[in-house]
């Protein structure tokens, strides 16, 4: 695994988000996949092999990150960071190393430090870990 000053990251969510998610639970559900609770427009299921699938409304997203306009940036993979302050180191190395920040490192109101940054082909990569 990368390390950045003897911290890691490891991809724990492939997040994708949907235009009409009663259509999407139901594509999804069909293919086995089962998904929890509904959070206010954010749904999770687990995978096999511990990942985690998340569905989430454009609302949501924008509920966060107002100025996000979908197009081809909606599917993204998250890394779960050590603790709060790894969000931080890896979001400053990533954009020290000329990457794209999309969302600069924040308290996020579920409980997550989070930051968003885009791949060189524009597909959002969050950094996230819990705050407590």
């Given at each position: 695994m990368p390390t950045v000053d003897?911290?890691?990251?490891?991809?724990?969510?492939?997040g994708?988000?949907?235009a009409d998610p009663a259509a999407s639970l139901d594509f999804y559900t069909?293919?086995?996949?089962?998904?929890?609770?509904?959070?206010g427009g954010?749904?999770?299921?687990?995978?096999?092999?511990g990942f985690?699938?998340?569905?989430?409304t454009e609302e949501t997203i924008?509920?966060?990150?107002?100025a996000w306009r979908g197009g081809s940036g909606r599917m993204n993979l998250a890394f779960r960071c050590p603790d709060p302050a790894a969000v931080d180191t890896w979001y400053d190395e990533l954009t020290a190393?000329?990457?794209?920040?999309?969302l600069k490192p924040f308290d996020a109101f579920?409980?997550?430090?989070?930051a968003v940054l885009h791949d060189p082909d524009g597909n959002g990569v969050d950094l996230y870990a819990p705050l407590s």
């Open positions: 003897g911290m890691t990251v490891q991809l724990d969510v492939i994708l988000v949907v069909r293919l086995g996949v089962r998904f929890g609770n509904d959070f954010h749904w999770e299921a687990e995978l096999p092999g985690r699938l998340t569905l989430d924008r509920s966060f990150h107002p190393a000329g990457h794209h920040g999309e579920w409980g997550q430090r989070y």
